[in-house]
């Protein structure tokens, strides 16, 4: 009796904490609108426990692209209701801790698979949300599902990358069909149809793009060809020789496998467009796979940014600048004649590293010398920080950054404090403005110190940054580079001595001839 009783007991407790207990169906849906999960930190896990497969992008700016893709994802979300995949969004901004966990930064879009969080696939930036839906539809396919009817594809607008292999079960037809799961915004297609041999003029093994029954490119397989070259191929011959700088083409422009960039700043109404528009076509021709070629309607109030960030003015148009995507190292072509083979002269010197770059550089503010902190700018950088007679101390800063301002007081500070001492500068400079021709590490604020020598040495200070701190550090490599100005300096004393050493003997010499 007294068993049944305290089981019941127990069981009446289990229902009360049970009734109390919140529905976790209910705190997810909670987060859902129109299907899209809105996470955060303390709903990952159990988001990630409950789907099999978990879409999530890593969003933090408002960007053109930001919104495009945040766009997708609510309308995919709403066509994926009642699949096993869950799309989700993650603001990084709030959710700073989880997306350091993960190594996930803006614009990441990952697909988490059966709760495993360490090993997510990477999914291509989406155009649209038939990007999305398409590239979860490959994932899961085979290269079976790409067969097509070779006479569909001759009347089909949009561009086709037809693959035709002489057997489907080729290792050349899992590369082919690899390179469309990463392309999810381009339509693939495989045929067998003799006709095209034919028609085109093509072999076995062969890819090539297609729009209209017209022919743009042809790739041929080889036993070395990679789903990363072929990716390349397609991304750079889908895209006209030039494209326009436009809202619609800047994600192309940006995503694209090739990272080296030729920009024609042109008004579209000039007198000399069409002229100089042909001539940058016809080089574009000749470095497809290596440059790509994009023109900027400087008269386009929408383009301000761009030319802003080039520091291009509207009057200075029509010019050429070349620049990679991974330095952001910027190169001018020095000519007024913006003819083919100027062009391409140009373009050729880029490519093999003997074309000079191009130093941004604010003009040099008025007084700059006076005061405490010195505001250095392009030109003015290497001849200050380079000074073998002073140890420079130099804030390289983002003017936007919150924690490049937060530098500023405790810059002000160090030049007060190390007002007397004549063999130091403090300066700072605004590394968005103004180009820096040395290599840097780390982000910014960087704080480098160039000690006083000959050699152009730079040293980052990664401590503390506080005034003790900085000034300890300044004091230890100001000393340690007085041991190397003595070398420096005997050095130079006997290279001058054997140089005039040489020259005796050369005018001995001399006279001796006479």
Not at 113 to 122: E, F, Q, W
Not at 323 to 338: A, I, K, M, Q
Request: hydrophobic share 40%.
């Amino acid at each position: 009796m007294r068993t049944s009783l305290l089981l019941g007991v127990l069981t009446l407790r289990l229902l009360v904490v049970c009734d109390t207990q919140p529905d976790r169906r209910e705190e997810t849906s909670s987060l859902e609108k129109d299907g899209l999960l809105q996470l955060e930190k303390k709903d990952f896990n159990r988001a990630l426990r409950k789907y099999e497969q978990l879409l999530v992008y890593f969003h933090a700016t408002l960007t053109v692209q930001g919104l495009r893709v945040s766009e997708a994802f609510e309308r995919a979300a709403e066509e994926l209701q009642g699949s096993e995949v869950k799309l989700a969004v993650i603001d990084v901004t709030k959710e700073k801790d989880l997306a350091k966990e993960l190594n996930a930064t803006d614009h990441t879009i990952r697909l988490y698979l059966a709760g495993d969080k360490h090993n997510p696939v990477t999914c291509p930036v989406p155009q649209s949300s038939a990007s999305i839906l398409t590239w979860l539809k490959r994932r899961e396919g085979s290269a079976a599902d790409l067969i097509t009817d070779f006479s569909q594809l001759e009347t089909s607008e949009e561009l086709t990358v037809v693959g035709f292999f002489k057997e489907l079960n080729h290792e050349y037809v899992q590369v082919f069909y690899a390179a469309a799961v990463d392309l999810p915004d381009v339509s693939f297609a495989i045929t067998q149809n003799n006709e095209a041999i034919t028609k085109y003029g093509l072999t076995y093994d062969v890819v090539f793009l297609l729009r209209k029954s017209q022919l743009i490119q042809a790739y041929r397989m080889v036993p070395q060809t990679s789903k990363e070259e072929l990716i390349v191929f397609i991304s750079v011959y889908q895209m006209d020789p030039v494209t326009e700088y436009t809202g619609q083409t800047i994600t192309q422009i940006l995503t694209s496998p090739v990272l080296n960039h030729a920009l024609l700043f042109i008004k579209g109404s000039s007198s000399d467009f069409k002229e100089i528009y042909s001539a940058f076509q016809s080089a574009a021709e000749a470095f497809r796979l290596k440059i790509l070629f994009v023109w900027v309607n400087v008269e386009e109030p929408r383009n301000g940014r761009m030319m802003e960030y080039f520091q291009v003015r509207d009057f200075e148009a029509p010019l050429i600048r070349l620049v990679n995507l991974t330095d952001h190292v910027t190169y001018h072509l020095p000519s007024e004649t913006l003819d083919v083979e100027t062009i391409k002269t140009f373009c050729e010197s880029y490519l093999q590293g003997t074309a000079k770059p191009k130093m941004r550089s604010e003009p040099i503010p008025e007084g700059w010398e006076e005061q405490p902190v010195k505001e250095l700018v392009g030109m003015t950088l290497e001849k200050v920080a380079f000074n073998p007679n002073k140890t420079v101390f130099v804030l390289f800063y983002l003017p936007y950054s919150k924690a490049s301002r937060t530098m500023f007081p405790l810059w002000e500070e160090l030049a007060k404090a190390l007002k007397d001492r004549e063999d130091v500068v403090i300066a700072r400079m605004d590394a968005s403005a103004n180009d820096i021709n040395m290599s840097m590490q780390g982000s910014y604020p960087s704080l480098c110190l160039f000690p006083a020598l000959y050699a152009e040495r730079v040293v980052v200070y990664t401590g503390r940054r506080q005034l003790k701190d900085l000034i300890q550090f300044l004091d230890k490599e100001a000393e340690e580079a007085k041991k190397y100005r003595k070398v420096e300096d005997e050095d130079r004393r006997k290279y001058i001595e054997a140089m005039k050493d040489e020259e005796t003997k050369r005018a001995d010499k001399t006279k001796d001839e006479l």
